[in-house]
Structures are given as structure tokens and as C-alpha cells.
């Protein structure tokens, strides 16, 4: 669970533990033992910790919660045994350093990473929070102010932001051998004090300022993430650091994290962790044909017709996946004018808070390639279509990329409830054709309901589970039925909210409560930005809006 060996002075304690390093019992007491031997060793005047395969270290081991405080080392036990080596222990970071594996690095003398590293504090999207001295040495490392902002919001971040701020001691670039460079760094630091390198012992730089600082991120974690608890326990045990001596924030770290495990928030956000990636194992019942076995069709070139709410949504999306050819097609000047600046201005909104880069900008508005005909779709990988909610105008479309596409094109629908089927029909090739519904906006919602017609083919599925990956979509395989699945849920809590309208209660009353509660949007604020009038139709198709039923009458009969 983790190797040792020793290099030129230097021994090396390598975290193996396939897939991502996570710090399960078994590899805590691998660096325990190793550390030991260490230590131990008079040859070896400093120490490397690295993680072997594609990461680092992306912290405990979440299967392991239930039992994780009976067995030792603990996490936050084997973190100050760390700290407190007399030999100069040096991270050396590839992949993740996540959660537990950044508190590792904390705890480290000196950490190195490559440019490529991504580091976060993830623990608050758990429901929980860095329980292992992340709430006590980040501050003495960045500070109150940028602890709160890694912590209680659980952001990834580059290892060249980390470096900048002082998380970070040097940065390779991604295609040095990480260990190679962490070996030669770790000699050059052989004989050094370890005085002001224990971060446990330094001072918090900006603690005379933590009222202010509490005060300015109670208010947008109010705002950002209403309704969890995690955020503002993570706050308070920060604002310990800045307050406390190390070994009495520790105990009130442990005493929030005590809090939190085992909360039902904590226990719904780590269910919502692994069925996210259970959702990425698509299979086609009764086939054998599933994620493993069926390869997508490479996709270089999509295409977004109709710029509406949807479209937009989905450009954005695409763009910022990388796809470099966007071809879009809105036929109605004003929308199409409309679109193309809103798609703009939303990536000039990114430059600006830096989530992009102003070259990214660029290549991202390069990308974008407004077409005025169905003829320039023609050697389009993957169109997406999603226009206005109709059948025959959704019909006549297909019809048109039947004609033109290339035989190979994916062509994807974004209805939210129409049939696939009977779409899929009107062209020569049903099998290219699958469902690809986006939730409003599209730019922003995780999820994405892919929908398998009864003709679409594996490689299709495979195609379109592959680009929402791309997307960084939370992407579902369902079948093809009237609202699919999101809807068919959705439907249930719309019944319920319209009850209460017919009981009285007005709809800002009623999204004001829903969004105490901690959803993002109340219900009748995404109706107004889906647009009211799709579910009308959709009620009115399968006939269950009839206005003579009296208040209070079952809802299929309405
Ligand atoms: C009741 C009273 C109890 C009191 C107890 C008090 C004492 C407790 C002391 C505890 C101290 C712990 C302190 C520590 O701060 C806690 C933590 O570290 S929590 C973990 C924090 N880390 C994360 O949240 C990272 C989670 N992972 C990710 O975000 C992603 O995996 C990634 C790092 C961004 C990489 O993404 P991808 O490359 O896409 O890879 P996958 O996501 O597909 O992952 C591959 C595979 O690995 C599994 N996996 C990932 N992370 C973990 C993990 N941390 N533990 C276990 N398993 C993990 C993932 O599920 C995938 O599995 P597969 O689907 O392939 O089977």
C-alpha cells in the first residue's frame, strides 16, 4: 500500500493503492511503517513522498468513513507524526492532492508539484470538512481570508495558483518525472532548518482580521450554498486558527467533523458522490452491449441549431468543453443575434473572474461558426438540435440533416419530452439518432439525460455519453418514455407546488421557502426560465389539462 526505497540519500515512500491513492488504513499504516524505516535509516538525510499511477493522493479513503477513527494511524494522527520528523519530508505532487492527500502535503516540510496538479480542500461537498489539520495549517500557510475561500467552498485549483499564494514551494512543468525532480529537490534541501517549515508552528497572518473576514464569507456562503451546514462549520473551525494555539483548533476541527460525518447531509452528498460515477457505467438491458465494450465515434465538429434558452446553453457548454468547430444555426435574425451576444458576454463574465484565461476567450469565440443553411452541416460529427418543443418542426429538421449529414453524424435531439422514435423515423439512418436532453441553463445544470431510442446504436449512446463526459456533465442513460426520467420526478414536486397555488399560497411564497430550504431556483423561477409554455403543451398533448376540473381535483383528471 505504499513502497519504499531509497535514492541517493533521499528515500522515497510511494502511495500505492490503485486507483487514486486514497488513503485507506492500510495505506496510512504503509506511511507510518515507511516513515519509520526513515527515520531509522542513517543514509537517509531526507524523505519524498509521492503517489505512484496517474495521481498523488485525492485523500481518505470515503469507503472507509465508517471505520476510519478506529484504526491507527488516524489521518489527523499520521499528518503530525509527519510534521514532526526531524528528516525533510517533500511532497511530491502529480494528479490530485485532494482532501487527506493535500493535509498530507500540508503537513510535509516541502511540496513540489508539477504544472498540470490540481490541489482542493474538497471535504465541505462531502458535507463534511478537511478533518486531518486542513482547517488549521492552511491558514498559517495563505491565510484566513484564502482559506475560506479553498474550504468552505472545496474549488480545485492549479498548482501554479497554489504556488502564488505559498502552498506550493516549486513548480516543474507537466511533463518533468515528477519523482526524479522531487528527488533532486529534496537534496538540494538536506541540512536545512526545519525551524519555519512545520506549518503547525507558524503564525496565521491575517488573524487580526478574522471577524471581518468571518463576517464578509458567512454572508456569501449564506448566499452560495443556502441550507448546508458543512460551509459554516468549515468557517468557524478556520476562524479557530487564527485564535487558538495548533493543538486546541485541532480539537475543535475534530469536534466540527464529529458534527458532520454521519449527518444526513453528509450522507446524502456522499451517496450523490459515487452514484455519479455509477451513472457513467451505461449498459443496454438485456444486450450485454454497456460502457466497457462499446467505443464513441470521435467527435471534432458539432453543430447547435436554434439559439434559444436550450441552445445557447449547450454552445456554452461545448466551448467550454474544448470542441474547437461550433457551427451554429439560429434562422431567426434577432435570436441568432440575440444568442451569439449572450454566449459573448457570458464568456467575457468568465475571463473576467478569471475561470478562463483571455486566450481561452479567444479560442473559444474562434470556435464559434454561425451557419445560415443545412448544406454547411454536412460533415458535422455530432448536431444537436434544440429548438422550439414541436414535433413537426423537430421533424422537419431531422428530415433536413438526414438528407445532408454525413452518414456516420450523430444526430441528437434536445427534447424533454417528445419521442425519439418518431423523430428518429423521418430520417434514413434511425440509428444515428438519440436523445440529448440539457436542463435549463445548460451552461450551468450538471445534468444530462441521454435518451436511447429503440433504433439508436451503441456506438451512438456510447458517442453521446461520452461527449456530456466532456462536457463534465453528470450524463444518465434512460430510455425513451413520456418525460424520460428527470421530468417524470420533476412532475411530482410541480404537482405538489401547484396544489399549494390552488391552496392559496402565491408563487414567490412559495419559491421563497423552497429556496431556504437550499434548492438553487424556487419551482416557479424555472418554470418562468424554461418557459411555462413547454410544459403546457406537454400537458395539453397527453391530455391533462382540462380547465373545468374544480380545485383539488386529482391532477391527471385537470
Ligand atoms: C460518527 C463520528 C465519526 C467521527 C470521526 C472523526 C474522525 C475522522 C477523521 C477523518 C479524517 C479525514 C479527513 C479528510 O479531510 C477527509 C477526506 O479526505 S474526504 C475525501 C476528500 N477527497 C475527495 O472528496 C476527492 C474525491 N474524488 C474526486 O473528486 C475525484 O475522484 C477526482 C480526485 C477529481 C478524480 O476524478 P476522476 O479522475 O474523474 O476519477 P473518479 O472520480 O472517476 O475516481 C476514480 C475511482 O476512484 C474512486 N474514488 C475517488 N476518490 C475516492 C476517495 N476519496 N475514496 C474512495 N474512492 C475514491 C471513485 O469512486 C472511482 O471509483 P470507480 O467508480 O472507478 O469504482
Partial sequence: MANYS??????????????????????????????????????????????????????????????????????????????????????????????????????????????????????VKLGILPGAGGTQRLPRLIGIDSSMQWIAFGDEYSAQIAANIGIIDRIFPSNADILESAVQYAQSIIGKSLINRRVSKLPVKDASKVSHIMEKYKQ????????????????????????????????????????????????????????????????????????????PIKVEKVAVIGLGTMGRGIVLSLLKAGIKHVSVMELNKTARENGLLFIKNILEGYAARGT??????????????????????????????????????????????????????VLATNTSALDVDEIAMVTP?????????????????????????????????????????????????????????????????TVETDFMLEEGAYPEQVDTVLKKFGFAMGRYQVGDLSGNDIGYRMRTKFEMTNKQQPPGAPERER
Fill in 6 to 123: 531509497v535514492r541517493n540519500q533521499v528515500a522515497i515512500i510511494s502511495l500505492c493503492s490503485p486507483p487514486v491513492n486514497a488513503l485507506s488504513s492500510d495505506v496510512r499504516r504503509g506511511i507510518l511503517d515507511s516513515l519509520k524505516k526513515a527515520e531509522q535509516d542513517v543514509k537517509v538525510a531526507a524523505i519524498v513522498i509521492c503517489g505512484e499511477g496517474r495521481t498523488f493522493c485525492v485523500g481518505a479513503d470515503i469507503t472507509e468513513f465508517k471505520s476510519e477513527f478506529k484504526t491507527f494511524p488516524n489521518l489527523f494522527e499520521l499528518v503530525d507524526i509527519l510534521e514532526s520528523s526531524p528528516k525533510p519530508i517533500v511532497a511530491a505532487i502529480h494528479g490530485h492532492a485532494f482532501g487527506g492527500g493535500l493535509e498530507v502535503a500540508l503537513a510535509c516540510h516541502y511540496r513540489v508539484a508539477l504544472s498540470s496538479a490540481k490541489l482542493a480542500l474538497p471535504e
Fill in 220 to 295: 456569501i456562503v449564506g448566499k452560495k450554498s443556502r441550507g448546508a451546514i458543512a460551509p459554516m462549520v468549515c468557517l468557524e473551525a478556520i476562524k479557530h486558527a487564527a485564535l487558538l494555539p495548533y493543538v486546541e483548533g485541532m480539537k475543535k476541527e475534530r469536534m466540527g467533523i464529529e458534527a458532520l460525518m454521519g449527518s444526513d447531509q453528509s450522507k446524502s452528498l456522499i451517496y450523490m458522490f459515487f452514484a455519479e460515477r455509477q451513472v457513467r457505467n451505461w449498459t443496454i438491458p438485456g444486450t450485454g452491449i454497456n460502457s466497457k465494450n462499446t467505443k
Fill in 356 to 409: 478562463i484565461s483571455e486566450t481561452q476567450k479567444r479560442s473559444m469565440v474562434d470556435a464559434l461558426k454561425p451557419v445560415s443553411n443545412f448544406e454547411m452541416l454536412k460533415d458535422t460529427d455530432l448536431v444537436i438540435e434544440a429548438v422550439f418543443e414541436s414535433m413537426s418542426i423537430k421533424k422537419d429538421i431531422f428530415a433536413k440533416l438526414g438528407q445532408v449529414c454525413k452518414p456516420s453524424a
Fill in 429 to 493: 439512418k434511425p440509428k444515428q439518432v438519440v436523445g440529448m436532453h440539457f436542463f435549463a441553463p445548460a451552461h450551468v445544470m450538471k445534468l444530462l439525460e441521454n435518451v436511447r431510442g429503440s433504433k439508436s446504436s451503441p456506438q451512438v449512446i456510447a458517442t453521446a455519453m461520452n461527449m456530456g463526459q466532456r462536457m463534465g456533465k453528470v450524463t444518465v442513460l434512460v430510455g425513451n418514455c413520456h418525460g424520460f426520467v428527470g421530468n417524470r420526478m420533476f412532475r411530482h414536486y
